[in-house]
């Protein structure tokens, strides 16, 4: 679980300073998860991998499904020309499932989303004084680039902590 942890704390430093979460931080923990997979025959893991890329996948490549889709069930859409989250996200979340499974992950995510609103709400409510923009920000009126890499990768590992703790 330390190199999950490290990717997590490296990762999250570059997508805050420069917004990127690099291949040279995501693919060693990734390979390193898998061969640790292997040898604990954990199988369960590696198809853990599978499911949350291809979750996330959805999320990166499809902007305009996933912004449609949203609107069907009353969340926030995806702004015109713009992605939800970038590939290092994608990576990361990869990266993350081979250590933790896939329902960390996917909890983790929903955790860090919200966490993001309320965090970047808060700062968007400081920075113009007035607190509907909370909710413009919320409701897709206002959109903001947001490093999402801490929010997943701390949002992982809090529900992975928590399932350890009520397993």
Known sequence: ?????????????????EGKIYNKHTVPVFIV??????????????LSAVIAFGFFYI???FPRFVSKL???????PVPAGE???GGGDVKMATALAVYTGYLPVL???????????????????????TPQSVFYLAAGKISQPVA??????????????LEILYL
């Open 59 to 61: 999320f990166f490549a």
């Open 83 to 85: 992605r939800a989250m």
């Open 1 to 17: 679980m330390l190199p999950a942890i490290l990717l997590v704390t490296v990762a999250s430093y570059t997508d805050i300073k």
């Open 70 to 76: 949203a609107a069907v069930f009353g969340a926030v």
């Open 107 to 129: 909890y983790g995510t929903a955790l860090g989303a919200l966490a993001a609103i309320v965090i970047n709400g808060i700062k968007l409510w400081r920075a113009t004084g």
């Open 33 to 46: 998860g898998i061969i640790l997979a292997v040898i604990q025959k954990r199988y369960d893991l590696i």
């Open 148 to 161: 999402f890499g801490p929010y997943l990768g701390l949002g992982v590992l809090v529900c992975w902590f």
